[in-house]
Structures are given as structure tokens and as C-alpha cells.
């Protein structure tokens, strides 16, 4: 089945600074990574999502990139503000799934004003 | 976006009970699943509750222990049977309309 590894677990930014967070798959199947945002005691709010069609997407201060060849995608946050800081997973979606995500471990980001 | 909801959204139970969670979306989808989120981890699909039909479990789950039920497109349920100590977690139910969208959770606590 599919395995998502996720890095790194925590990430420490000053406020201003951008964020990088990386994931790696390992079905070469899956068609559909989405990125949820968790902030504590709340439940994971998608922020972003790409489909193996495109390479990049953007939505203001995020965007994620898709390499398909070497399975790995990226989220990026520009400009960080401390409203950014929070748990971000990443999955990964086979298209035989049944909708069913292959979630990484998360990173803990904090930004410090 | 489906709009999702959960309840109860907490509860602290005796080890040896059964506690039935409850997930309601505002439309109609075809696929729904229940989570388990541990304290500072990822989340770990429990099921996938299929409409009209038994749920399907992942790799160390089952319907003993998890029985969920399905009856409509908009409802499902958990049922976390004879709780112990290692049940305590956070139980997040989840929709699939081509992106997925969760509910508020349901914090356990079995003493």
C-alpha cells in the first residue's frame, strides 16, 4: 500500500520567513495530495490540494509543488505570520483507493514573532 | 464543502463500556471514514463506512471491537466496544466528495 514520509517534524521560522515542509509517496498510483492544516484541539482543515496533472499550485501565501518522477511534493508558505503555526499533514490519494488518504506523520510548525 | 458534525464532541467512560459516536454530514456523499488520532500523531483510518453494506477495516481493526454502521448518505456511527485505557484518543469522522473534510473529532477518555 502506499507510504507517505513526511519532513521534518518540526520546523521553528521567524515571522516574515518561509516555511518548507516535503513528503515523499511511494505509489507510483496516487493522483491526489491534499494538505490539511491542524490547529490545536481543532479538527484538520484542508488548505491546499494538487492533482498529478499539475505540477504547482498557489493560494496567497501557499503553494505546493508536485515532482511525479521523483514522488515527492512540497508545501511552501511565504511570509509566515504566528497565525501560520499549527500541525501540517500531507497525503497521499491512490487512484484505486475509494478515496482513502495515506496520511505522513505532520510537521509542528511554530512562528516566532 | 460538506459541513460535518460529531457527537459527542467529548467523554470520559469506564473501562468494559461501549460509547457510540455519531457523524452527521449537511449532504449527501458517497464515501465516508472514521479516524483515530492518538495525542501529537497522524491520523490512522479505522474504516471506511459503506452505505448499504458492511464496513471495510484496516489492518489491525475490526468489527468487534469497532462496529460502525451506515444507514443513509448523510449518517454513520462508531461504536467503541468494551473500552480500555488504549482506546483513550481523539475519533475524527471524515467525507469524501472528491476532497475529503473532517469533522470536529470526539475526544475519548476511558479511565
Known amino acids: 500500500g502506499e507510504n507517505v514520509e513526511q519532513h521534518p517534524s518540526t520546523l521553528s521560522v521567524q515571522e516574515g520567513d518561509s516555511a518548507v515542509i516535503k513528503c515523499t509517496y511511494s505509489?507510483?498510483?496516487?493522483?491526489?495530495f491534499p494538505w490539511y492544516k491542524q490547529e490545536l484541539g481543532k479538527r484538520p482543515q484542508l488548505i491546499i490540494d494538487?492533482?498529478?496533472?499539475?505540477g504547482e499550485k498557489k493560494d496567497q501565501r501557499i503553494a505546493v509543488t508536485l515532482n511525479k518522477t521523483a514522488k515527492h511534493f512540497s508545501l511552501h508558505i511565504t511570509e509566515t505570520q504566528p497565525e501560520d503555526s499549527a500541525v501540517y499533514f500531507c497525503?497521499?490519494?491512490?487512484?484505486?483507493?475509494?478515496?482513502?488518504?495515506?496520511f505522513g506523520a505532520g510537521t509542528q510548525v511554530v512562528v516566532t514573532p | 464543502s460538506a459541513v460535518i458534525s460529531q457527537k459527542p464532541s467529548r467523554d470520559i467512560c469506564q473501562r468494559g463500556t461501549s460509547l457510540t459516536i455519531q457523524c452527521q454530514v449537511d449532504?449527501?456523499?458517497?464515501?465516508m471514514f472514521w479516524y483515530r488520532q492518538q495525542p501529537g500523531q497522524s491520523l490512522t483510518l479505522i474504516a471506511t463506512a459503506n452505505q448499504g453494506s458492511e464496513a471495510t477495516y484496516e489492518s489491525g481493526f475490526v468489527i468487534d471491537k469497532f462496529p460502525i454502521s451506515r444507514p443513509n448518505l448523510t449518517f454513520s456511527t462508531l461504536t467503541v466496544s468494551n473500552m480500555s485505557p488504549e482506546d483513550s484518543s481523539i475519533y475524527l469522522c471524515?467525507?469524501?466528495?472528491?476532497?475529503?473534510?473532517f469533522g470536529p473529532g470526539t475526544r475519548l477518555l476511558v479511565l
Open positions: 449532504s449527501q456523499v458517497t464515501m
Open positions: 471524515s467525507a469524501n466528495e472528491e476532497t475529503q473534510y
Open positions: 505509489d507510483s498510483a496516487s493522483n491526489y
Open positions: 497525503a497521499a490519494k491512490p487512484t484505486d483507493s475509494w478515496g482513502k488518504l495515506q
Open positions: 494538487i492533482r498529478s496533472n499539475v
